[in-house]
């Protein structure tokens, strides 16, 4: 395809998606007004449903005003050529291809996190705190962007540099190796996600002895799980939305627990909570979870390798001279239709487990005790009691809760 061609297929892409989510938010905005099904009367009281639907409308303006802002930037930069200028900017620093798709990304990366910065602190500290549910300050959200930042460059740059080296090494084949090295990152992550990367944003503790250690522990024993790790962490810090989490397998694996979770629920409702995430684990979605993501990290990076040495995917941006950085955009632009899809399945499949792990929690410890928990986390989130269906099959990784309960219930 010719770059023009194709410089118009990136800008359908880019506004027929915007279209499409901002139709699914406003089919999704039409049904915040609906009646509740009669199982979630007892979820509000009249006042807290109000706040409710003024917290869905608050960020339903909000998503329009920063989704419609990126688009117009990104179609700007596309159009007057603002990818040629950064390509050039960072050839006149280095003409070695590695340190030069590390500046570029840099500079791409740094310019995006600068513009979105307004946005992020606009929902933190006046949406989030208008609602109560902001505890952030201010320093634990400057330092949590710098420590993600710092993050993104030590972990994303070390992954360009590996791809580079293949693909310098091994030509059209480099995807098979890139494969293989973020399938050990992939595995390196699950299994130490929880030792390397929350200590540096949270504080862990191990569960304390007590009422509510007996009753995890005996439930384990019960289900035949083995379980050495239940750890508490202080979300509280952040905000006072609650949850609770399994990470790692083998031996590496462990239950977290949000400080807000074990104030707001009763020891039953945790123990349901976690006889949940007990089911995930034991209905082997954790690994069946990692080998779809490997699966579809195979195929990105194999139709990458077919687009990577078309010189037109890096014109087609605006840039003059063909590189691996310019067309590694190019191709992020084209592939993201692609993404979407598999992101539908990755979420079709996600909803099918949660009733799957609803369904263990219920049938190894009781069903009543999760409803509840469930009642209340959705309470304590002010989240969405009418969503509409498109709009869950789109972007729902849970079902509803009103079809929880009613699985659950059933
Ligand atoms: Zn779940």
């Not at 995890?216 to 799980?225: L, P, S, W």
């Amino acid at each position: 395809m010719e770059k023009n061609t194709l410089f118009y297929v990136i800008l359908a892409i880019l506004v027929v998606q915007y279209l499409v989510q901002q139709y699914l938010e406003y089919l999704n905005a039409q049904r915040f007004k609906s009646t509740l099904p009669p199982e979630l009367a007892d979820v509000f009281d009249e006042d807290e449903y109000k706040k409710s639907q003024q917290y869905k409308r608050t960020n339903y303006k909000f998503g329009i005003i920063s989704d419609g802002f990126s688009l117009v930037l990104t179609i700007c930069f596309l159009a007057f050529g603002g990818f040629g200028w950064v390509d050039q900017f960072t050839r006149s620093i280095s003409e070695d291809s590695i340190p030069m798709a590390l500046i570029f990304f840099g500079i791409i990366m740094l310019g995006s996190a600068v513009l979105g910065l307004p946005f992020s602190y606009y929902r933190t500290f006046v949406i989030e705190e208008e609602y109560g549910f902001n505890k952030t300050t201010k320093s634990t959200f400057f330092s949590d962007k710098i420590k993600g930042g710092i993050l993104t460059v030590i972990l994303g740059g070390g992954i360009l540099t590996l791809f580079m080296l293949f693909y310098q090494s091994t030509g059209p084949n480099f995807w098979v190796y890139a494969w293989i090295a973020v399938g050990i990152f992939i595995l390196f992550i699950n299994l130490f996600y929880s030792r390397l990367i929350v200590p540096l944003f949270n504080k862990q503790t191990p569960l304390e002895n007590g009422s509510l250690k007996t009753s995890i522990e005996n439930y384990a024993q019960k289900v035949g799980f083995e379980l050495q790790n239940i750890f508490v962490i202080d979300g509280s810090k952040r905000s006072t939305k609650a949850n609770a989490y399994f990470s790692g397998f083998g031996k590496e694996k462990r239950i977290t627990l949000f400080d807000t979770l074990i104030n707001d629920l009763s020891e039953d409702e945790i123990v349901a909570v976690l006889a949940h995430e007990v089911g995930h684990y034991k209905r082997k979605h954790i690994i069946v979870n990692l080998v779809v993501s490997l699966l579809t990290t195979g195929l990105t990076l194999f139709i990458l390798s077919l687009f990577i040495n078309h010189p037109e995917i890096s014109l087609a941006i605006g840039v003059s001279t063909p590189s691996f950085h310019a067309a590694l955009v190019g191709f992020a632009l084209l592939y993201s239709p692609i993404s979407e899809l598999t992101g539908l399945i990755m979420n079709y499949l996600s909803r099918k487990f949660e009733f799957q792990a609803d369904d263990f929690a219920k049938n190894t410890f009781a069903a009543t005790p999760l409803v509840s928990s469930l009642k209340k986390l959705s309470k304590k989130s002010l989240s969405n009691l009418t969503p509409h269906p498109a709009y869950v099959f789109v972007h729902y990784s849970h079902p509803p809760l009103v079809e929880r309960i009613r699985n659950l219930k059933a």
